[in-house]
């Protein structure tokens, strides 16, 4: 494995890089052994002051938006050019700062470059107006235009994969943006960074602050410079934003937390859920939004299928981040490890039993979680309702299919869901009633860019993926002209003109 340096992090502002206003800093962790990596520039309101004011003169007056759209887009596609440079790297900084296996981040760099160059392609396709001749009088036409300083903000589970995935549309649509990265995962948001400088974009267009979500994040949401708001986290932090920017009324986009059923019918292929459901699981260390943390098995086939699942659980390769051949590595942070302990020890207090593999004893100083099976448990459990965003699956058994769907939309979250059958009118029947904004039949967590991505109910308001990032990052105006006599109505004259039929 090819090691790469890391440095310390500064600030990245109107195409400068910058100590923060008040020159403090953070440490940023290793979760593979808790010892620190480097340190961080730690932003706080001024440092978002000047973010958005660049990004705001960049939008206002900069050659970015009075660029043509294939200027704008041979930049984006540059971009892309550089992630797969770079790719080699990009894994490396993000295994190193997250502790996600090598393998994985591998996929989420191309991915990276995909987003870019997906935009780009998109947009190119789809700014086009609409033209309507309104009788012989007038013509209305509508034109996209970008909306303005995006604030982006971003957790720590798949950082460089979902920062690219708002910073690509935003900036193909024209906006300038302020990225907020999550304080836990910096490394990558900052080669980002440094490949946007590198790709010559006009300076103030993409910035970003480092630090905290209680002091950079929300000074953020709260900038009225700042138009809209596209978020992933929690879903409290995602509450709390809107509470934020509803005084400077924010548009946002709210890609929350999940708690996904996955369902196996007893005429379910087996072998091809097990590995699903392994993987839909325990990829990403089990940090991922819509791993399949619930799963319901049929009654008749569950005993079956615990026995396959404890067999897997057991020989998931643990493993140190940069070993090709890791499966699971460390949670990103101590206190999230924390949280994660809390809930396989509350398991055992709510009486399901818990089955776990093994860490080697090397790793002892990492964060690291055996991947856990919880097993009889029910919907009504903590540990069944509550998002614990770690390597845990609670397993429940069902009779019906009426009473699996009630479990299944039994809870606050509508993220994805899974349906494993191969009766595909039940299949295709519980697609329509279970609540959840994706759901996957006899498949696993695979989407093409064109889709829309995001949840219901909890999990998520809005959409992005696809056309879906299109509208949210544009702005449809609407331009009404005259090209014969408008007939408009004379008031004030003793002696009325009579309006036009189109007169709205
Ligand atoms: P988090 O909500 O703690 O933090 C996310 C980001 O918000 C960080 O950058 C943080 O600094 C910032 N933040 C925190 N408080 C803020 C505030 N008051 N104002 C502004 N910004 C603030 O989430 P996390 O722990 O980083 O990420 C894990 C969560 O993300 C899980 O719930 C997971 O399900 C969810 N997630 C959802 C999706 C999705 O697409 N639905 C994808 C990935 C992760």
Request: aromatic share 10%; glycine share 8%.
């Amino acid at each position: 494995m090819r090691e790469f340096p890391v440095y310390n992090i500064q600030h990245y502002i109107n195409g400068q890089f910058v100590d923060g206003v008040a020159g403090k800093t953070f440490e940023n962790i290793s979760p593979f052994d808790n010892q620190p990596i480097n340190q961080i520039a730690e932003g706080f309101q001024e440092d978002i002051e000047l973010a958005v004011a660049a990004a705001r003169e960049a939008f206002d007056n900069g050659p970015w938006r009075k660029m043509t759209v294939q200027e704008r887009l041979g930049y984006i596609n540059k971009i892309a050019d550089l992630i797969d440079e770079n790719a080699e790297e990009i894994s490396y900084l993000e295994s190193l700062d997250t502790g996600l296996p090598i393998s994985q981040t591998k996929k989420q760099a191309a991915r990276a470059a995909d987003n870019f160059r997906f935009y780009a392609q998109m947009v190119n396709s789809r700014l086009v107006g609409e033209a309507y001749k309104v009788d012989s009088e007038f013509i209305n036409y509508t034109v996209h235009k970008p909306v303005g300083v995006a604030g982006l903000i971003t957790p720590w589970n798949a950082p460089f994969m979902l920062e690219t995935w708002k910073v690509a549309p935003t900036l193909a649509t024209g906006n300038t943006c302020v990225l907020k990265p999550a304080e836990w995962s910096p490394l990558t948001a900052n080669k980002l960074a440094q490949i946007i400088d590198q790709a010559g974009l006009p300076k103030g267009v993409f910035n970003i602050v480092h630090g905290f979500g209680e002091t950079a994040g929300a000074s953020l949401v709260a900038h009225p410079d700042v138009q809209l708001i596209s978020f992933t986290g929690e879903t409290k932090t995602g509450s709390e934003i809107i509470k934020n920017g509803a005084d400077t009324l924010k548009r946002v986009s709210m890609e929350l937390g999940g708690k996904s059923p996955a369902i196996i019918f007893e005429d379910a292929e087996l072998e091809k859920a097990l590995d699903a459901v392994i993987w839909g699981i325990y990829s990403f260390n089990g940090e991922r939004c819509t791993s399949n943390s619930r799963l319901f098995v049929h009654e008749s086939v569950i005993e079956k299928f615990t026995e396959m699942l404890k067999e897997r659980v057991q020989n998931i390769k643990v493993g140190h981040p940069m070993d090709a051949e890791t499966e699971v590595g460390p949670l990103i942070h101590r206190k999230h490890y924390n949280n994660v302990s809390y809930y396989i020890n509350l398991a055992k207090e709510e009486g399901a039993e818990v089955i776990s593999g093994s860490i080697p004893e090397e790793f002892k100083a990492g964060n690291y979680i055996a991947p856990t099976l919880l097993l009889n448990c029910n919907n009504e459990m903590r540990i069944a309702q509550e998002e614990i965003f770690g390597p845990v699956m609670a397993v429940i058994p069902f009779k019906t299919e009426e009473e699996v769907l009630r479990m299944a939309n039994d809870i606050k979250y509508g993220l994805a869901a899974f349906i494993w059958t191969n009766d595909l009118k039940r299949g295709h029947r519980l697609a329509q009633s279970v609540d959840s904004g994706m759901v996957w039949i006899n498949s696993h967590n695979v989407r093409d860019l064109r889709i829309p991505f995001g949840g219901s109910k909890q999990s998520g308001i809005g959409r992005e993926g696809g056309h879906y990032s299109f509208e949210f990052y544009t702005e449809t105006q609407v331009v009404h002209v005259a090209i014969g006599d408008p007939h408009i109505p004379k008031f004030g004259m003793k002696k009325q003109v009579a309006a036009s039929s189109a007169e709205k």
